[in-house]
């Protein structure tokens, strides 16, 4: 199957983040020198998609802002190395957006994508989870995606003081087709390490199909009163083969602060222009 749409959830409070996030999103944190959401469009760009939805909510003008054309800077800084990288961007990327009214959860959000998406296969990007990667993550998901004809998630293997975060998938018994591809027999949302049926995480990029949008429907709200996504995955699970890849490359969770340093530090390493000085600085430190 194959996606030509990409849906990035990006309506979270950013509470983690507190008071940096009280009057901006977290989504535009920086990681270096670019907001973590551009490296989502980055990302989607360099996986053969130019279509992005971007679910935002109140408090989110920003983001739209910074997809947005600003004649006024194009004319003083003419020629600057930057800002032709961004506008090479826009002119590559069509960026739509829809609001989420109200923080329902995951679930609800990637609801919110269903007129856009408008019966077609999709890809899922959460912005919380950053990739490097010699080949981008979702591209790697979307190879997986056509090969298989089937819906993919990506996961990772994760620390055993982790799984309580994470959606945790049970793989079927003698059901990969090769080495880190696993068909999922079911799927459980951020359970005790003891209950949990694999420490195979689910990790923030999935390819699915419209038909997800019913399952999301029909979906109950949990204890918190939010729609969760592993709940309609696991309804799809039922109805048609899904498949979970492990991704190749470095994650960074950026949605905590310890994880969001972590990606500075990452992302600056391999920059030409930056690494030989962070580690200098680093050592010093040290």
Do not use: W
């Not at 930057?82 to 990637?110: C, K, M, N, T």
């Not at 945790?168 to 990969?176: C, D, F, K, N, V």
């Not at 310890?258 to 680093?282: K, N, P, S, T």
């Amino acid at each position: 199957m194959r996606a030509n749409k990409a849906v990035v959830p990006a309506a979270g409070l950013g509470t983690r983040f507190l008071p940096a996030t009280k009057a901006q999103p977290k989504e535009m944190l920086p990681v270096v020198d670019k907001p973590a959401i551009h490296y989502i469009a980055e990302e989607v760009i360099a996986s053969g998609i130019d279509d992005l939805l971007i679910v935002t909510g109140r408090g989110k003008r920003a983001i739209e802002d910074h997809f947005d054309r600003s004649i006024e800077l194009e004319q003083l800084l003419e020629g600057n190395p930057s800002l032709r990288e961004l506008q090479d961007l826009l002119d590559r990327l069509q960026v739509f957006y829809v609001r989420q009214g109200r923080p329902l959860g995951l679930g609800h959000a990637i609801a919110c994508a269903e007129r856009h998406v408008d019966q077609e296969n999709f890809a899922v990007l959460l912005p919380d989870d950053l990739y490097l990667s010699d080949e981008p993550a979702l591209a790697q998901l979307l190879a997986a995606a056509e090969e298989l004809d089937a819906p993919v998630v990506a996961v990772r293997e994760v620390q055993p003081q982790d799984v309580h975060r994470y959606g945790i998938i049970a793989p079927l018994p003698e059901g990969g087709l090769r080495e880190g591809v696993h068909r999922v027999e079911d799927m459980v949302e951020k359970p005790d390490l003891e209950k949990a049926p694999s420490r195979l995480a689910v990790v923030g990029r999935y390819v699915l199909p419209p038909s997800i949008f019913g399952h999301l429907r029909a979906t109950q709200p949990g204890a918190k009163g939010e729609i969760q996504l592993t709940d309609a995955l696991r309804a799809l699970c039922k109805e048609r083969p899904v498949y979970a890849v492990e991704v190749r490359g470095e994650r960074y969770d950026i949605g905590e602060p310890l994880g969001l340093l972590q990606a500075q530090i990452g992302f600056a390493l391999v920059r030409a222009d930056l690494g030989d000085g962070v580690r200098e600085l680093l050592r010093s430190m040290l």
